[in-house]
Each structure stands twice: as C-alpha cells, then as structure tokens.
Nanobody, 116 residues
Framework: QVQLVESGGGLVQPGGSLRLSCAGS????????MGWYRQAPGKQRELVAA???????NYADSVKGRFTISRDNAKKSVYLQMSSLIPEDTAVYYC??????????WGQGTQVTVSS
C-alpha cells in the first residue's frame, strides 16, 4: 500500500521558517520524481518544487531563493525547507511521487499558515 505522510506544517510569523518532511512507503522511492504542491483556499493546486531521481530541482518562481527541496533515498523521504515566509505562502502543502506515464501518488497534506 502506497503511503506519503507529510509533517512539519504549522503556524509561523512572516519572515519565519518551516521544514516540511514527507516519508514514502509502499513504492520504490528512488525511482520517482518527488514534488511539493500547495493549494490555497479558492485556488488551484500548484507546483512548488520538485526533485528528480538524479537530483535536479525546479521551483515555482514565487518561491525561488526562499525554498529548498531535497531528498534522502535511504530514508525514503523528501523535504521542503521554507524560509522568508510570507502570508501568500499560506496553503495546504502536499507531497507527490511521480513516475513517468503513471498517475502521481499524493499525501494527505499539511497546513502551513503564515500570519502575525
């Protein structure tokens, strides 16, 4: 059974930092491109960052220079280090696992709220 379990969300003040973690199981983690998406109220889900099996990364323009995605295949985990957070980063953050040609797997999401 495939599982992606996110953790690390919460309430943080503007300018603060958070680190999200996602632990995968039930699939061959190292073969999948891993990504973080987010969905704010009333908006579509959008890609925040992704890391390929070879370690290449890409980021949404809105988070470049503030967020860093990384993966640890030995721990079957992917991380999102978020800094200089702004209220517009408030959303539910979802972890995803993608293998070319297949539907992605999704986690249940973790809430990130940036507010003073």
């Amino acid at each position: 059974q495939v599982q992606l379990v996110e953790s690390g969300g919460g309430l943080v003040q503007p300018g603060g930092s958070l680190r999200l973690s996602c632990a995968g199981s039930g699939f061959i983690f190292r073969l999948y491109t891993m990504g973080w998406y987010r969905q704010a109220p009333g908006k579509q889900r959008e890609l925040v960052a992704a890391v390929t099996t070879g370690g290449q990364t890409n980021y949404a323009d809105s988070v470049k220079g503030r967020f860093t995605i990384s993966r640890d295949n030995a721990k079957k985990s992917v991380y999102l280090q978020m800094s200089s957070l702004i209220p517009e980063d408030t959303a539910v953050y979802y972890c995803s696992a993608l293998l070319t040609g297949m539907d992605p797997y999704w986690g249940q999401g973790t809430q990130v709220t940036v507010s003073s």
